[in-house]
């Protein structure tokens, strides 16, 4: 079977082990992507790090940036000369790119399908809700990152086959525990308790909360926010207004390879996200890499978080620093709960969340939309 998966998720080099999994169970895949992607985190360009079993390729992107807007202008060329069977359009169905990415691949003859993560039911205006509709009536098939996703769609009149699926998964054997990593000494470098974050420095991640939360914090601590965004120099002002700017390391953006290492030296991460009228926590991809790293976690109830999570760790009301400080200073006095939820983190990963499963979930969708099921 024939693929061509169009991702600008997938300029992240930690994401293209699903690609190599998908890969191993006999897809034919080539993956395209754009050589580089601009958010509201800053600029990611395209890394190549897990490139075995199948083609990576960049194509050029128009409106880089443009969430809504962008598009690549030579897919219909490069679908032309690939000549696949299925056409993975890893957009939201409202997008543009995913509009003519549905209309590029019925061109050719391959049978598209999308992906989505829009977990809040919102109507949109022309030209996008004709860009939904279309995407509707052309796709079979659609992945949903999470249940509430697929409520959304069918909510919105989609009439295809949903699969409930994460968009990506972690590979337990780059992202574990540092007690497996044999002849390598402990990534913690000295006593003090580490809280750690990762990903976007932005508003709705609740950053100031945690802040907030670790100024009240009794003993010894210390917190590295890993990421980039528009809330940098806000929180900067707040460490120092706080009296905890000596502790608090934030801006440091990582290439995705030393995530494994930033979250090893954890002893507990913390993903403080709070909803807002237009967005709630999706999935919060950090939590199950941290998890498969033998971290404990502690996310708020926003979203999707409490469902990743589940038994596994700590979930506290979203916007609640007080519960918030409580659970930090609990895990901090308290070794034996986090080792509990260290390996309780590790085993949920394994059982749900490996990029393998992620990509044989996804390859039974690819063969549902290649024989028309």
């Not at 991640?205 to 926010?225: I, M, Q, V």
């Not at 969708?365 to 290649?370: C, L």
């Amino acid at each position: 079977m024939r693929v061509v998966l169009v991702s600008k998720a997938l300029v992240v080099g930690a994401y293209q082990r699903k690609a190599e999994e998908i890969a191993r169970l006999g897809v034919e895949l080539t993956v395209l992507t754009p050589p580089s992607w601009r958010d509201r985190r800053g600029l990611q360009e395209a890394e190549r790090l897990h490139t075995v079993g199948y083609e990576l390729r960049t194509i050029p992107i128009l409106f880089n940036g443009a969430y809504h807007m962008h598009f690549y202008p030579t897919l219909v060329k490069a679908l032309r000369e690939l000549k696949p069977e299925v056409v993975h359009v890893d957009e939201e169905p409202y997008n543009l790119a995913t509009f003519l990415g549905v209309r590029a691949a019925r061109a050719v003859g391959a049978k598209p399908l999308f992906f989505t993560w829009q977990n809040l039911l919102r109507r949109y205006p022309p030209p996008f809700t004709w860009f939904e509709r279309h995407v509707y009536r052309g796709c079979a098939v659609a992945i949903a990152g999470n249940a509430e996703a697929r409520e959304v769609l069918v909510r919105k009149g989609y009439e295809g086959e949903v699969v409930v699926l994460p968009q990506f998964g972690v590979d337990p054997a780059i992202f574990r525990p540092q007690a497996e990593l044999d002849g390598v000494e402990s990534a913690k470098q000295d006593k003090a308790f580490h809280i750690g974050y990762a990903g976007g420095l932005l508003p709705e991640k609740g950053l100031d909360l945690l802040l907030r939360a670790c100024a009240d914090l009794e003993g010894s601590w210390r917190l590295t926010l890993v990421g980039s965004g528009e809330e940098i120099e806000a929180l900067r002002k707040l460490a120092s207004e706080s009296g905890i700017a000596d502790r608090v390391t934030l801006g440091v953006r990582l290439p995705s390879g030393e995530m494994p290492g930033f979250y090893r030296s954890l002893d507990v991460l913390v993903l403080p996200s709070r909803t807002r009228p237009n967005w709630k926590e999706q999935f919060g991809r950090v939590l199950i890499e941290a998890m498969a790293c033998g971290v404990p976690v502690i996310g708020s109830s926003s979203g999707e978080i409490p469902n990743v999570i589940g038994d596994a760790g700590v979930v506290f009301p979203e916007g609640d620093v007080e519960a918030l400080r409580s659970q930090l200073q609990r895990l901090m006095q308290d070794g034996a709960t986090r080792s509990h939820f260290a390996s309780a983190g590790r085993q949920r990963v394994l059982a749900r969340y490996t990029m393998e499963e992620i990509a044989r979930r996804t390859v039974l969708a690819y063969r549902a939309v290649a024989h028309g099921h």
